[in-house]
Nanobody, 130 residues
């Protein structure tokens, strides 16, 4: 599976961005699709995941720091997952990665663990200025 993320850039605090991640493969709707981020000097942090349950229309879960501001969605026909980011803060500045999880239990705790993901995109930089 190959992933291509796009949509990053520079935005002022309070602004919005939408990230996209397209995936290769014929069974996109059988993947958990996740977004993670990594700020300089920090560990990679879970942002959001769209579960593969129900043919890829299953649950969506968010990290506490983005809950209520970010929305994950997916278009299974286009093999693409999106991350709509609103009310951005300087603390959201990071490289954002999309990732695919093809196996394992679809429980929230597992889907938040980056070590359970099998494939990663190259990352797209989001910079939020104050």
């Amino acid at each position: 599976v190959q992933l291509q993320a796009s949509g990053g850039g520079l935005v002022q605090a309070g602004g919005s961005l939408r990230l996209s991640c397209s995936a290769s493969g014929r069974t996109f709707n059988s993947y958990d699709m996740g977004w993670f981020r990594q700020a300089p000097g920090k560990d990679r942090e879970f942002v959001a995941v769209s579960s593969r349950t129900s043919g890829g229309t299953g649950g969506k879960y968010y990290g506490d720091s983005v809950k209520g501001r970010f929305t994950i969605s997916r278009d299974n026909a286009k093999n693409t997952v999106y991350l709509q980011m609103n009310a951005l803060k300087p603390d959201d500045t990071a490289v954002y990665y999309c990732a695919v999880r093809t196996r394992g239990r679809t429980i929230v705790g597992a889907m938040k663990e980056n070590r359970t993901y099998d494939y990663w995109g190259q990352g797209t930089l989001v910079t939020v200025s104050s």
